[in-house]
């Protein structure tokens, strides 16, 4: 059966399991000999694009990138003709796209003939996900995701699909996590990544209060105010977010030896300060780094059943 990585919430816990271990386990291997992953890219990226490209040649296949331009996703033709093109060719498409329901479209247009793989969407981020959870684990639990129960992460700022995809993950691990964000900023109910619709395992608070959502946490998160898309709002988000800076005064509040994660690109000044960025507390490159260890994990369980 093909196998498709679009959600977190949509993985099992078991699958999840195996995505983390393939991640980090040894790679000399020869998963995609032979085989191409097409690397189709609405919005431009740097550390999606070079980590799916470096994960694809380690197990042995070739990636092929395709920029809106060249494709143009209901534009130039319909998602389903670019589909059903891209799954003569190649194994694998694993894509940046402006509308999750694509992915549903190309499964069905292909007949599930090629897996894919969502490298972010306006729903989820789920590779990143997968690399936040194994940057946590190697530094708080020597590489072991399972000993990360009981740890507590806070996300502060805009609630995105990066917070909707890191929080279904560590809840799914036991570990407990708090949104700070303003109100039209805050997660909300509904859709294919919900953390709030999670039964068990950690606990998901939301708070209006920034300083409230990080006291005491092992690990505060944040991303940019402005992301792609929503440029023509940059000065409103300034103003909605300015008491959300994630700053050395904010970590302060935080527990002695917590650590920071971003996503990347940081806008310096807006979502976070350089002092904490560049600081010592700063896993961020753990996390670059990681985004490479993520995709050759998921793209080891997509083929692995086969």
């Known amino acids: 059966m ?48 070079a980590s799916s490209s470096c994960a694809v040649s380690e197990l042995g296949g070739f990636a092929t990138f395709f920029s ?21 060719m190649y ?31 306006d729903v989820a981020h789920p590779t990143q996900a997968v690399a936040d959870v194994l940057t946590l684990a190697e530094h708080f639990a020597a590489g072991d995701v399972a000993g990360l129960r009981g740890l507590s992460v806070a996300y502060v700022g805009d609630a995105t699909n990066v917070t909707r995809s890191l929080a279904v993950a560590l809840l799914r691990l036991g570990v407990d996590v708090s949104v700070g964000a303003p109100a039209g900023y805050q997660l909300t109910a509904g859709g294919l990544e919900d953390p709030l619709a999670l039964g068990g395992g950690g ?76 600081s010592p507390a700063s896993l961020v490159w753990r996390q670059v780094f990681h985004r490479r260890s993520a995709m050759r994990g998921v793209l080891r369980w997509v083929k692995e059943e086969e």
């Open 203 to 278: 606990t998901l608070r939301l708070s209006d209060s920034a300083v409230d959502a990080v006291t005491g946490v092992d690990a505060v998160y944040t991303d940019a105010w402005v992301s792609m898309g929503f440029e023509a709002e940059t000065a409103q988000r300034r103003q909605d977010l300015s008491a959300f800076r994630v700053t050395a005064d904010l970590m302060g509040r935080a527990q002695p030896g917590a650590v920071l994660l971003h996503c990347l690109p940081a806008h310096r000044g807006d979502e976070i300060t350089d002092e904490v960025l560049d």
């Open 2 to 49: 093909t196998r498709h990585f679009t959600t977190i919430a949509e993985v099992s816990d078991e699958d999840l399991a195996r995505i983390y271990e393939l991640s980090v386990g040894p790679f000399d291997d020869t998963t995609l000999q032979g085989q191409g992953v097409a690397l189709v890219f609405e919005r431009p990226s740097l550390r999606t694009r």
């Open 68 to 88: 809106d331009e060249e494709i143009g996703l209901d534009t130039r033709e319909s998602a389903e003709d670019v589909g059903r093109t891209l799954a003569q």
């Open 91 to 121: 194994a694998i498409c694993a894509a940046r796209i402006r509308h999750h329901e694509v992915f549903a479209r190309v499964a069905a247009a292909t007949q599930d003939r090629m897996s894919l793989i969502n490298l972010l969407s």
